[in-house]
């Protein structure tokens, strides 16, 4: 087991984890955007070449939250028991990797399809009760002598004390705001994600068989319209079929999971209708020709296009 340290962290970087915080309570309910945050900050004071926050459900944990180097991580969802997540749940205390390589609690062949060496992770303990944990990731095996842990966990805290918030609220408060988008009502990022990942994990690799369809939707300037998100995505909804799935995955962008996609015509025409949906009514602050010009359509399917589900939604964007 590698030895802690515990070091004085910087001024300056605990003036941008104070900046952070109230970054993060100003966020409020939306706890997906609040977890994007607060990792998104410790990589950047950390130096991590990536950041996961892997929420606690059952006996699985799902990566609520990813970026740079775990990004396409997003969505995945693992046993919880004989991981090294699982090892920081349970004692909720951090645990630090320094190689994943000649370290025996990791999972050494998921660790090198990830492409990682080392990581930090810290729990995020809500109440009583160790909800989730951070995980910071590096590409290169390193020793850890400065602040890593330290600055993790305090991003990690207030992350979890707002998480707390929803659980006191309801028994599904806390997952219902770690899946679905405030503005729009419809899924988020991260759950938009965990289909996919399930879906393809359920589907035949093999072309010719278990298609999926991805349709991407981007809408320059949306995201300076609050108000019309909504009306986006319910336009969006109106051309779907059973079982498509619609979720707001950037800014001024929508994916939608295509249930019924068993050849590429079919995504087609379904993108097709979905886009005169969004473009043949008139929306406040865009002219019916500027909604025409700000709306751009591309989809993918998947085995021809892509095999992952990141690589998916990037053959997907137009």
Known sequence: MPAFFTTMIPNHKLLAIIAAQVQLVGLGNDLSAVMDAASATAVQLTGADGAVVELLEGDSIVYRSASGLAEAQLGLRMKVANSLSGHVLTSRTA?????????????????????L???VIVPLIAGDEAVAVMKLVWKEAREFNEYEVEIAQLLANMTAMLMQRATQEGPNVLKQRMTLD?????????????????????????????????????????????????????RIERECRAGDLVARIGHDEFGVILN????????????????LSVTGE???????????????????????DAHSAIELVQAARP
Not at 99 to 112: G, I, K, L, P, Y
Request: hydrophobic share 40%; net charge neutral; aromatic share 4%.
């Open 95 to 115: 645990a630090l990797c320094t190689d994943s390589e000649t370290d025996d609690r990791v999972n050494r062949e998921a660790c090198r399809k990830v492409g």
């Open 282 to 304: 008139p929306l406040p602050g865009f002219s019916d020709a500027a909604l025409r010009a700000a709306c751009h359509t591309g989809s993918s399917l998947y085995p021809e």
């Open 182 to 234: 405030e503005a729009t009502g419809t899924a988020n990022r991260a759950f938009f994600y965990e289909q996919l990942q399930a879906k393809l994990a359920a589907a035949p690799a093999q072309a010719g068989g278990g298609h999926i369809g991805v349709a991407v939707l981007r809408i320059d300037g949306i995201d300076k319209l609050p108000e019309a998100l909504a009306d986006i995505s319910r």
């Open 117 to 119: 060496r080392a990581m």
């Open 260 to 275: 019924m996609a068993s050849r590429r015509s079919i995504v087609t025409s379904q993108l097709h209708r979905i886009s």
